[in-house]
């Protein structure tokens, strides 16, 4: 785990963001900075917003209210001048957008297209890179992912594990200051998630900047460097793992942890026909 001091840079910071689908607000005034370096764990029950704060970081979502910043360049708007903001246009937004990696729970791969195909396509078609320095990239990202030996494969010769590896060589290739990651092992079959899940210890050993939305416990105590859990549109807590997983302060961080260890307690024996993997012990929280 890296541990950022207050020198280091932020990265990417949310101010009092505020995001609705009609009359639901998903997100109620929600602030979060992540600094360069930081591997920061967003857990939570489902419809809690996190994939929407995901959404909202990236302005695949515009928030309605609030500002999100990339360094020292707010997101989607930018200042006239007068005390307004306007939209910035959807080039730049584009561009933007490029300087933040984004893992998705399905996999998002061209059937069509080899493994290092996929892996070229945002360098070639967002970043306009020649064909054989896109090639190169993408080449080092499947090496980095362990995928070096699957150039010629089409996605659905590979198990989920590797289809999701793809997907992370893919976002790592076009060299973001961020990566997104949303719940990345929860469409896999549980003996799979550890491959990927090995991936991104690899990533965050090298200080990438990571924002992962998961119910992977055990990741998160041993990767994150703050873990921060949501309900019900807000961040209820957040702090060092041991602080959050070993000492809670909020009642309701309390009753979500003592939902897991009830479950992990009624889990077969690691190894036995009925034993299921760390995303499906924690999988029903999410129902």
């Known amino acids: 785990m890296n541990t950022p001091d207050a020198s280091t840079p932020v990265a990417l910071k949310a101010d ?3 995001k609705s689908f009609g009359t639901n607000r998903i997100l109620d005034r929600v602030s979060l900075s992540v600094a360069r370096g930081e591997v920061v764990c967003i857990l939570g029950p489902s419809g809690s917003g996190k994939s ?3 959404r909202c970081l990236n302005w695949l979502a515009p928030p309605d ?4 910043w990339l360094g ?11 005390g307004r903001v306007h939209s910035r246009p959807e ?9 933040i990696g984004m893992v998705f729970q399905s996999f998002n791969l061209w059937p069509h297209m080899t493994v290092l195909e996929n892996v070229m396509e945002g360098l070639l078609s967002v970043k306009r890179l020649a064909r054989l320095e896109a ?8 090496r980095q992912v362990g995928l070096g030996h699957k150039h010629t494969a089409y996605p659905a010769s590979l198990s989920g594990g590797q289809q999701q590896r793809v997907g992370i060589a893919r976002t790592l290739a ?17 003996e799979l998630v550890g491959e990927v899940l090995a991936v991104m210890r690899g990533l965050a050993a090298q200080q990438t900047t990571m924002i992962v939305v998961t119910h992977e416990i055990g990741f998160a105590k041993e990767v994150a460097d703050r873990v921060v859990f949501m309900d019900a549109g807000r961040i209820v807590e957040q702090g060092p793992p041991a602080q959050i997983f070993e000492a809670p302060s909020s009642d309701r961080l309390r009753q979500f942890l003592s939902r897991f260890t009830q479950a992990s307690a009624r889990t077969p024996a690691a190894g036995t026909a009925d034993a299921p993997g760390a995303a499906d012990t924690f999988k029903h929280f999410n129902a």
Not at 72 to 82: H, I, K, M, P, S
Not at 135 to 142: C, I, K, R
Not at 178 to 186: A, G, K, M, N, Q
């Open 52 to 54: 929407t704060l995901l």
């Open 72 to 82: 020292n360049e707010r997101l989607g708007v930018r200042d006239a001048g007068d």
């Open 65 to 68: 209210e609030g500002a999100v």
């Open 91 to 99: 080039r730049e937004i584009r561009r933007q957008r490029s300087r």
């Open 174 to 190: 076009m060299a973001p200051e961020v990566i997104l990651f949303d719940e990345p092992t929860s469409a896999l079959d549980p």
């Open 16 to 18: 009092d963001i505020v």
């Open 135 to 142: 090639g190169d990239l993408a080449v080092e990202a499947l």
